[in-house]
């Protein structure tokens, strides 16, 4: 008769997938229950998990006062975008993954019992990739403040523009600045939140233009990533770079809060931060404040001109005594009237008479008076009216004693008696 083992069941491997999550930093394995009451902070070694843009709302505002505002708007495909899938199928995807429209939500809400705009950002929806959505949820979330006169909020979490929407991605950048600028000119508080990861173009757009920047500990701030910087100045990077720890000790970021104390600083700092509004005593109409707007051109032309000091201009020229490539810049001599009736002017030996003038150098009618003494001023003038020297120039009497420019005396030119000439 055959023996009948008993029958074991399989034991059974499949467990839900979220119920244990490995510390990244000490490797400790972490029961996710446990996990979410002290705040996804690693009890260990205080590790910074990265939080849903729902729970990071919880984690700030006050119960129930959350109130999302465009909650539809929705990315589209205007570049018909296709990598490994279409675009379209990847926004399907992070939208079954995250229950988010995007990667970004906005609306009003209470910290402390003071009314605030926040907008927040998720990770986990595609990197949380800044689109034409994104920008659009921002933009709306600063003017909100600015017409309600209200702090804004920005907890960023990015890696950067969103490459399925090209330029248009890339624009975001410019309109994000410009609402952020207006809200500046108006006196309106911004405080910037920036956890792990804010890198692209979040980076450089919004989430360092905050009056006041906080950062989790630990946290991934940068542009670009720490092996394409390493390789762009060929240099060995500092220990810790483009974490929060190392930018709050070169003063780029203003503090580093734990995520247990977030809530209660942001409330400290609502305290202080009052936006601040003038009247005009009439209708009650608020005026600008007149602070002085940021002008990218004026900024750069400033800092070009003091990395790079313009050249001295040269020295301006003397007065001539005339317009012309070939004018001297010896000073003209005054010329006095004569007291006494001068006789014909003498000409020079080698001077043609006056019939048997070139035809090429000018008619000049000059004054007896001014031939005798003003000598100079024959000469320069048919300089002043031609590049090249008239042969011709009628030659005086004796030059001054002394030349004003300081040079030495000048000979006297030979002058030959009127009758040897007509002889």
């Not at 490797?27 to 690693?42: G, P, S």
């Not at 109130?67 to 990598?83: H, I, K, M, W, Y």
């Not at 500092?238 to 995520?259: A, C, K, N, Y």
């Not at 931060?273 to 404040?289: F, K």
Request: proline share 11%.
């Amino acid at each position: 008769m055959p023996i009948k083992l008993p029958s074991f069941r399989p034991r059974r491997d499949a467990y839900p997938p979220d119920l244990w999550t490995k510390c990244p930093s000490c490797e400790e394995m972490l029961f996710n229950k446990q996990l979410d009451k002290v705040q996804r902070v690693c009890p260990n070694c205080g590790h910074h998990f990265r939080l849903s843009a729902d729970a990071r709302i919880g984690l700030l505002v006050d119960q129930g006062t959350f109130v999302e505002r465009d909650a539809g708007l929705q990315s589209v495909d205007p570049l018909n975008f296709v990598d490994q899938k279409t675009y379209p199928d990847r926004v399907a995807a992070a939208q079954l993954a995250t229950g988010m429209r995007d990667a970004a939500a906005w609306g009003t809400a209470t910290i402390d019992g003071r009314p605030v705009a926040l907008c927040v950002m998720d990770f986990g929806f595609m990197g949380g990739s800044m689109g034409a959505v994104v920008g659009e949820k921002v933009t709306r979330a600063a003017e909100y403040a600015l017409v309600q006169r209200m702090p804004l909020i920005v907890v960023s979490a990015s890696g950067g523009a969103r490459m399925q929407e090209g330029t248009l991605a890339l624009m975001q950048l410019v309109k994000t600045v410009g609402a952020l600028e207006r809200l500046r000119s108006a006196g309106v508080p911004f405080i910037s939140v920036l956890s792990d990861p804010t890198t692209g173009g979040v980076f450089a757009s919004f989430a360092v233009l905050g009056d006041v920047n906080l950062t989790e500990p630990n946290a991934l701030i940068g542009f670009a990533g720490a092996r394409v910087s390493a390789g762009t100045i060929a240099q060995e990077l500092p220990v810790g770079f483009q974490r929060s720890e190392f930018l709050f000790e070169h003063g780029f970021i203003d503090r580093v809060v734990h995520r247990s104390k977030l809530r209660a600083e942001i409330a400290m700092l609502l305290g202080y931060l009052v936006p601040a509004s003038r009247t005009n005593g009439t209708n009650g109409d608020v005026e600008p404040l007149g602070l002085p707007s940021f002008r990218p051109l004026s900024f750069l032309t400033t800092l070009a001109e003091r990395v790079m000091p313009s050249e001295p201009e040269p020295p301006s020229p003397a007065p001539t005594n005339g317009p012309g490539p070939s004018r001297s810049t010896r000073p003209i001599a005054p010329v006095e009237a004569p007291t006494q009736p001068v006789s014909q002017p003498i000409l020079a030996a080698d001077t043609p008479p006056a019939t048997e003038r070139s035809a090429e150098s000018p008619p000049e009618s000059l004054e007896p008076a001014r031939v005798a003494a003003a000598p100079e001023a024959l000469t320069a003038a048919p300089a002043a009216q031609s590049a090249t020297p008239d042969p011709e120039a009628v030659a005086t009497s004796p030059a001054p004693a002394s030349d004003p420019s300081g040079g030495d005396e000048a000979p006297a030119p030979v002058i030959a008696d009127e009758g040897a000439q007509r002889g």
